[in-house]
C-alpha cells in the first residue's frame, strides 16, 4: 500500500520551522531555508503534496486545507525575515559595522546651495531694488543671437571654431560663448513694450563655454551675469554709477575699482572694470599676473547698431550694457586663488563658502 498522509506527517513539517527561521541571519540561508519548506521539489510542502495525493477524497479535502494554511504561514513569515533581512543589509551599507542600535541616529549631511549659485542670487538682490528684473536665455544658441544680432562682424576672430564650441551636424548652432545674446532676444521680445514701458533694464545670469585654456582664472565653461539699461540719454556716467554701486555693494566701500578703456563690437565705447586684487593687495600675485589687478567684467553704452536689430530707435534710445564674470568675482569676494576649486566639488572647500561673504 501506499504511504498516506497522516496529521501527524503535517505537524511533524511543522516542528522546527520557527526556529530555523529565528537562526537565519542573512538573505542566502533564508533562501535555502525557503527551498527546504516551500521549494518546488523536494520540500516539506512537496513532500506532503506528494503524501496527499494517495488519501481519500474526504481526507484529501481536509488535509489538502491544512496543507495551504501551513504553506501560506510558511511564506509569510519568510517573507517578512526577508524585509527584516534586507533592511539590515541596507543599514549596514549605509552606516558599516559600527552601527549600534543603541546610540542616536547619525545626523546626514546638509546640502548647501553653491557658492556660484549664492553669489549670482546676492548679485540679482545687489540690482533688484534699481529695477532691474531676471531674463533668461538657452545655453544652445543661434550665431544669429550670440553674433549677428551684437555687431559682430562675420570675420571676427571669436566666431572661429578655434574658440567657440559648434555642433558638427548644426552647423548653426553653437554653446553661447557670452550671456549677451540674452541682449538680443530680450530686446527682440521687449521692443514693442518699450515706450509704454519707459525703457528696459534687467540682469542675464548663466552658463557660457569657451575654448579657453583652463588655468587659476579660466575655464572652458563658466557663468556670466549680463546686466543691460535702455532709457533716454543714457551715458557713461550712468553705467559707473550703477557698476560702482554694485561693486561696493559686493566688496564692500573700501573697494578700489577702475574703468580701463577696452573694445567690443557691440557697445561703443566699451571698458572694462577692474578691481585691486584682493589676493595680495595689490602687490602682485599668480591670480592677478602681477598687475595688482584683476578684471571682472565688460561693459559700454549699447551699440546703435544692437537696437537697430531689434527695431529700436537710436535716435530716441540708448543704453549700457555689463557683462560680469561670476567666477572672477567669486575668488575675489571669498579669496579663493584658483576658479578650478568651484568645479571640483571638494566637500572640505565647498564647507568653508558657507556665506561666500
Ligand atoms: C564678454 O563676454 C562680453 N560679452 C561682456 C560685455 C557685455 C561687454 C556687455 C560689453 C557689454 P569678456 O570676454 O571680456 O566679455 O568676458 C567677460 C568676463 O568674463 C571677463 O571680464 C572675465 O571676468 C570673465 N571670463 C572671460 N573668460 C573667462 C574664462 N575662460 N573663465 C572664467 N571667466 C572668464
Not at 17 to 43: N, Q, T
Not at 228 to 245: P, Q, R, S
Not at 325 to 332: D, K, L
Amino acid at each position: 500500500m501506499e504511504p498516506s498522509l497522516l496529521p501527524i506527517d503535517i505537524l511533524d513539517a511543522q516542528q522546527g520551522f520557527p526556529e530555523a527561521l529565528a537562526a537565519c541571519k542573512d538573505l542566502d540561508g533564508l533562501m535555502r531555508l525557503k527551498g527546504v519548506y516551500i521549494g518546488r521539489e523536494g520540500s516539506h510542502s512537496a513532500r506532503l503534496m506528494e503524501l496527499l495525493k494517495a488519501a481519500s477524497k474526504e481526507r484529501k479535502r481536509e488535509l489538502g486545507g491544512a496543507i495551504n494554511v501551513l504553506k501560506n504561514a510558511w511564506e509569510e513569515a519568510l517573507k517578512a525575515r526577508q524585509s527584516e533581512l534586507e533592511a539590515a543589509r541596507r543599514q549596514l551599507a549605509t552606516f558599516g559595522n559600527t552601527w549600534d542600535p543603541d546610540l542616536p541616529p547619525p545626523i546626514p549631511a546638509r546640502g548647501a546651495m553653491h557658492p556660484l549659485n549664492q553669489l549670482i542670487d546676492r548679485l540679482v538682490d545687489v540690482f533688484r531694488p534699481l529695477g532691474y528684473h531676471v531674463e533668461e536665455g538657452p545655453e544652445i544658441e543661434t550665431e544669429a543671437h550670440n553674433f549677428d544680432g551684437l555687431n559682430i562682424p562675420a570675420d571676427h576672430p571669436a566666431r572661429g571654431s578655434a574658440d567657440t564650441f559648434y555642433f558638427e551636424k548644426y552647423p548653426e548652432l553653437l554653446l553661447r560663448t557670452h550671456t549677451s545674446p540674452v541682449q538680443v532676444r530680450t530686446l527682440l521680445r521687449l521692443a514693442p513694450h518699450i515706450q509704454e514701458k519707459g525703457g528696459i533694464r534687467f540682469l542675464a545670469p548663466g552658463r557660457v563655454y569657451r575654448k579657453d585654456e583652463i588655468d587659476p582664472t579660466h575655464s572652458p565653461m563658466f557663468h556670466q551675469v549680463e546686466g543691460m539699461l535702455v532709457g533716454h540719454d543714457i551715458g557713461m556716467h550712468h553705467l559707473k554709477g550703477t557698476l560702482a554701486y554694485a561693486m561696493k555693494a559686493l566688496f564692500g566701500p573700501a573697494a578700489e575699482v577702475r574703468f580701463r578703456p577696452s573694445y567690443f563690437p557691440f557697445v561703443e565705447p566699451g571698458c572694462e572694470v577692474d578691481v585691486r586684487c584682493p589676493l595680495c593687495g595689490g602687490s602682485g600675485c599668480r591670480v592677478c599676473k602681477q598687475s595688482g589687478w584683476v578684471e571682472l567684467l565688460g561693459a559700454g553704452l549699447v551699440h546703435p547698431n544692437v537696437l537697430a536689430y531689434a527695431g529700436i530707435d537710436s535716435n530716441i534710445w540708448s543704453g549700457f550694457a555689463f557683462g560680469m564674470g561670476v567666477e572672477r568675482i567669486a575668488m575675489m569676494v571669498s579669496q579663493t586663488p584658483d576658479l578650478r576649486l568651484f568645479f571640483e566639488n571638494d566637500q572640505r572647500f565647498l564647507k568653508t563658502m558657507g556665506g561666500l561673504d
